[in-house]
């Protein structure tokens, strides 16, 4: 990587320092301006050393009244310091002579850190220190900041480097956002603001700099928050300008399906259907996320989205994350679009020889024009005859590269792009993340659907549960039985999955239980599932490999167990595997004995709400939104100040102000980009 000279020029740099710097992905001038405190220390005022509490951090000032080297278990240097009213011992195990020297009797030291009980009373390891001459040497009138750093580079370092830059920060930093803007939406300057995060004045709201809401703070989350989302805008921008094939609505194919149907769409799959109609009808790429709750109908929609491509001969690939699903989703199209004279073709991993081959033969010569798979779908091997369309479901669970991968099968023209989740994201989040898409939202369950009632239980009731079951089995239902991951240990979940399908054999005869879990081969996945289905099994005890896909109308209970264990919104969606028929529905959360008092008020909000959307928001403020969209979801998303919990409310003014950027002020948009995003991060969303 090139060295940059700005940082160069800086007085104690050189090449060490440069590669100890680069490492904290700073590489100029600019990014050390850039280079922001994650938390900051009050060291304006002394702390008489009768006052000291273990484990409060501060500064302390006195005389040295001893200094000795201590043998023990670990050689240590103590250095005892007392002021009128009190002591406390400063310990040093790694230490020179030249330190030693430096405290002798009766010298001034100003020093600080964190109070721990010691053996000699309050100590301090290892304190940040000063000699003083004179006792009332004046102290910092700032609050003092904590810089993100690596092995090698001290706070003391990466302070002075700042220190250097900020005397000539108006020469290094543009303003880029328009004085108008500045005014109208009451931000201060962009150098002001660097100051006050760099060089916190005591008069300042603390309490505010502390959890990120002073209005410095705040003028820098609006820049990087509207850099990212003008990058997704940009991206969306140019995708646009590429050239896609306009399938115009025909309806003939759509029409029939509907016909067949035993019951009428809602409202909300009316109007989705509509909008992506629309796009689909223009000749450039349609970029549109469908979300719709657990059971909200997505893949009808889906599939007749897919026909007005299908009925002009060209192809539709449909990508989910597992193979049940894909094999459910294979299943729904079979039925759907057979009768329609449809082929629909299906390839997953796990597929014979002789089966992959003669699904790539039908795909290759086009007679499928549906195909459904996991991601074996854009492998080398898999060539389509004219793929038009890219259906991606759970979209949050494929990186970008492997949906980019998809979508590049295309021939004749830019591929559209229809993505669906059923993990409901809050509207906030979905403006930050998802600038560069349409947004649809299914937001009505169809007719029928009975609300499920959730219920928290402890698990040393676990008898009274699985008595409990017993009876719903007697009565003819049909129950799933949970086994959530053990501390990312599919080994031992799959363990517990097989020891509780041990335990509830015995418990439940004369009722057949099932077991099935992600490491099944996936015929007899297939085949537990299909008696599943026939209503042969009573309980299946699964892993969390059900999350998403399976479609058993007759299951009406559902017991999760250590649910403290997952998300709120995966929580959501595994209990919507129940609740898909006409009779009452109950899902059992039965919680681990150490689960804390947080973690049963987290629970509260499964009882409380069947709302997706109420659900994802609490998940978002809980876990933040790296685990909400998916890891591999948010390579643009790792904000250096910006946080989209905390930020939520400044969503729409970013909004407004991309708008009014792109409109009045286009010169300001790439130098805002690049300020904030590295090319790495730049349009990560495809």
């Known amino acids: 990587m090139s060295v940059k000279s700005d940082l160069i020029s800086l ?42 509490k ?19 278990k670990k050689r240590s240097l103590l250095v005892r310091l007392s002021d009128e009213n009190g002591s406390v011992g400063l310990r040093f195990y790694f230490f020179t002579k030249g330190q030693q020297g430096q405290f002798k009797e009766g010298n001034i030291i100003r020093c600080y850190g964190e109070i721990r009980p010691g053996q000699s009373g309050f ?16 102290l910092d009138n700032t609050l003092t900041p904590l810089y993100p750093t ?48 760099h060089h916190p004045q005591r008069q300042d709201d603390i309490q505010q700099l502390l959890v990120g809401n002073h209005p410095a703070q705040k003028r820098l989350a609006i820049e990087e928050l ?37 019951f009428d769409l809602t409202n909300a799959q009316n109007k989705v259907i509509q909008e992506i109609a629309d796009d689909l009808s223009v000749a450039s790429p349609m970029l549109r996320l469908v979300q719709g709750d657990v059971g909200s109908g997505k893949t009808l929609v889906a599939t007749l989205s897919a026909l007005q491509v299908i009925e002009h001969g060209f192809q539709v690939a449909m990508m989910a994350p597992t193979e049940i699903l894909a094999e459910q989703h294979y299943d729904n199209f079979t039925a759907w679009l057979e009768p329609l004279g449809i082929k629909v073709a299906w390839l997953v991993g796990k597929q014979t020889k002789k089966q992959r081959e003669e699904a790539l033969a039908l795909v290759a010569s086009g007679e499928a024009k549906m195909v459904v798979g996991t991601h074996a779908l854009f492998q080398d091997a898999v060539e389509f005859y004219n793929l038009a369309l890219a259906i991606i479901d759970e979209q949050h669970r494929f990186g970008v590269d492997q949906r980019l991968a998809l979508k590049e099968k295309g021939k004749h023209g830019h591929v559209h792009q229809l993505t669906m989740t059923a993990t409901p994201i809050p509207r906030t989040l979905a403006m930050s993340a998802y600038a560069d898409l349409d947004c649809s939202v299914i937001d009505e369950l169809p007719p029928g659907r009975t609300p499920i009632k959730t219920t928290l239980i402890a698990q040393p009731r676990r008898p009274q549960v699985v008595e409990r079951v017993k009876v719903a089995c007697d009565e003819g239902k049909q129950i799933y039985w949970v086994c959530t991951l053990i501390d990312e240990n599919e080994e031992m979940e799959l363990e517990a999955a097989q020891k509780t399908y041990e335990n509830l054999t015995v418990q439940l005869s004369p009722h057949k239980v099932g077991l099935v879990h992600g490491k099944m081969k996936s015929k007899q996945k297939a085949q537990i599932m299909h008696e599943f289905k026939r209503g042969d099994i009573k309980v299946l005890v699964a892993t969390t490999v059900i999350e998403v896909g399976v479609d058993v109308p007759n299951a009406s209970v559902m017991i999760i167990e250590n649910p403290e264990r997952l998300g709120l919104s995966q ?20 919680y681990g004995e150490q689960v804390s008092q947080i973690g049963k008020e987290r629970l509260q909000v499964m009882r409380e709400t069947n709302d997706g959307f109420v659900i994802a928001q609490k998940d ?23 946080d989209l919990v905390r930020d939520q409310a400044l969503l729409p003014q970013i909004e407004q102000l991309a708008a009014a950027i792109i409109r009045d002020y286009p010169q300001n948009m790439e130098a805002l980009i690049k300020r904030w995003l590295s090319d790495s991060a730049r349009f990560a969303q495809v």
Do not use: W
């Not at 850039?34 to 009050?42: A, E």
């Not at 529905?585 to 039965?590: H, R, W, Y």
């Open 11 to 52: 007085k104690g740099v050189g090449g060490k320092l440069l590669e100890k710097l680069h490492k904290i992905d700073v590489f100029s001038k600019q990014d050390l301006l850039f280079h922001l405190p994650y938390k900051y220390q009050d060291r304006t005022q002394i702390i008489p050393l009768k006052l000291l």
């Open 54 to 72: 273990a484990n409060m951090a501060g500064v302390v000032q006195g005389r040295v009244t001893s200094s000795h080297v201590m043998f023990g």
């Open 123 to 138: 100590e301090i390891y290892h304190p940040e220190y000063q000699v003083l001459k004179l006792l009332n040497t004046p």
């Open 150 to 197: 690596t092995d090698g580079l001290t706070q003391n370092k990466v302070r002075l480097l700042v220190e250097q830059v900020i005397a000539d920060r108006e020469s290094i930093i543009a303003e880029l956002l328009p004085a108008s803007l500045l005014e109208q939406y009451k931000l201060p300057t962009l150098v002001d603001a660097l100051n006050v995060i």
């Open 226 to 262: 509207l850099a990212h989302h003008l990058s997704l805008k940009k991206h969306r921008a140019i995708l646009k300008q590429q050239h896609s094939i306009a399938f115009k609505d025909l309806g003939v194919f759509k029409q029939k399906l509907i016909d067949t149907l035993p």
């Open 571 to 590: 929580l959501h969606q595994l209990r919507g595997r129940v609740g898909r028929g006409r009779q009452e529905s109950f899902c059992i959360l039965m």
């Open 620 to 642: 978002l403020e809980i876990r933040g939104p790296g685990e909400v969209l998916g890891t591999r979801q948010t390579g643009a998303m790792q904000f250096k100040i910006a």
